[in-house]
T-cell receptor
């Protein structure tokens, strides 16, 4: 079965602390993995995708096929990073996305 | 960048009426659009895939006669909630799949969502 699991509903850290938002997936083929972010009262937007292997707003994510994980990391969290983060998987060239349950990141001053 | 709009942003209707929600890609053409439903504090649930010029593909458990999808052009898809009932109250989000180069190829761009409240 195709599934994306984000085990933490809420992650609360202090400003400047490292952040890791966990994402595990289940897929029989070779999926493409994404992280989407939704800031308060804004639409969902793409943060990064594994094939790009880039760092956006200080966030990185590495696809670990052995552990079927795509954890999102940032070494020093900022207050403006507070948002809802969704891990998503696309398994075909149709673009269809399967979302995880989402993790709310709260960065305290 | 690519922008997707939705109209209306919110709607309140009486039980039994039908509501149409529009999703437009403003500066790019989208052969494929997706419709999602999101309950409070929950994730997005894919309802259907809308392909220009063909019938929509519905996910398991989504009633196609209740949620009518039309993708009449490369920039417009509509979702009509027919004979709406209070349990249809939700946040409906569309996305457009940009497959042309130069837009972050094969990327989904999301609309702002439409909040539906059925009384």
């Amino acid at each position: 079965a195709q599934r994306v699991t984000q085990p933490e509903k809420l992650l609360s850290v202090f400003k400047g602390a490292p952040v890791e938002l966990k994402c595990n997936y289940s897929y029989s083929g070779s999926p493409e993995l994404f992280w989407y972010v939704q800031y308060s009262r804004q639409r969902l937007q793409l943060l990064l995708r594994h094939i790009s292997r880039e760092s956006i707003k200080g966030f990185t994510a590495d696809l670990n096929k052995g552990e079927t994980s795509f954890h999102l990391k940032k070494p020093f969290a900022q207050e403006e990073d507070s948002a809802m983060y969704y891990c998503a998987l696309s398994g075909s060239n149709t673009g269809k996305l399967i979302f995880g349950q989402g993790t709310t990141l709260q960065v305290k001053p | 960048g690519a922008v997707v709009s939705q109209h209306p942003s919110w709607v309140i209707c009486k039980s039994g009426t039908s509501v149409k929600i529009e999703c437009r890609s403003l500066d790019f053409q989208a052969t494929t659009m997706f419709w999602y439903r999101q309950f409070p504090k929950q994730s997005l649930m894919l309802m259907a895939t809308s392909n220009e010029g063909s019938k929509a593909t519905y996910e398991q458990g989504v009633e196609k006669d209740k949620f009518l999808i039309n993708h009449a052009s490369l920039t417009l898809s509509t979702l009509t909630v027919t004979s709406a009932h209070p349990e249809d109250s939700s946040f409906y989000i569309c996305s457009a799949f940009a497959s042309s180069p130069g837009l972050g190829a094969e990327t989904q761009y999301f609309g702002p969502g439409t909040r539906l409240l059925v009384l």
